[in-house]
């Protein structure tokens, strides 16, 4: 099978992460792919916002380390993309950020649902302790939904990042799903098959099987990411993602150049 580009890796500017991108473009190479993306967590106003994201300051690094790998694997397509936080209230900075660099996509993720808890950190998992998973799906796929409808990104981030520790609401999430795949319709977002649920709690693609199946229905188009945080990480499971999105009836994926979206075979 041939793999589809993987548009979701870190670099180790994001301080959990390893692996330089041009070690991550030989490791591409090296598992047969023929376009990868980076799309390092984005800084914020404040430096100290949390810590584990690029500095405000190291932009311009990360934009040379990834034009270096370019240089050194011209054989290999490279994206420059950028995996930005939505948070109501950021969106003038995200859309300073993208002004800045000619960047090929922008992945917005929801990690917050509130300015303080990001569900997906090991360091806060009490949080998840203390409610109702209900009441963190609507909070998490309210976001998700405004995210699509910010006009700020092309690709939405693990779209059910909320199941990554099991606190599954009993409760049927269908209407949450529907809403936030119109919204993304809409406003042409594409989103990802994220392979990184498989190495967590949920062992599970981020989206579900439901999710993708709502998907392909609504007309929301997808992409494909490791979100490798490790040289070995890169191109990870991406044939079964594939064979997960052929299953519901995907024949094509989107591809990203500056911004603008191609429809490619799969
Ligand atoms: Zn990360
Ligand atoms: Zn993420």
Redo the contacts with the bound molecule.
Sequence with gaps: MRLPADYHT?TPL?R??TGEPVELAAQAVRVGLEEIGFS??NPMPRDDFDD??MQASQLGLYVEKVERARREFPNLIIKLGL?VDYLPGYEDWVRDLAHRYPWDYFIGSVHYVSESWAIDNPMQLSEWKSRDPLEVWTAYFERLTMAAESNLFDIIGHTDLCKKFCFYPKEDCTPLFKRFLEAARRNEVAIELNTAGLRKDCKEIYPSLAIVELAKAAGVAITFGS?A?APGEVGLNLGEAVTLAKKTGYTQAARFSKRRRELVPI
């Design positions: 870190h994001c959990h992460a390092d967590h584990w994201r995996e979100d945080h």
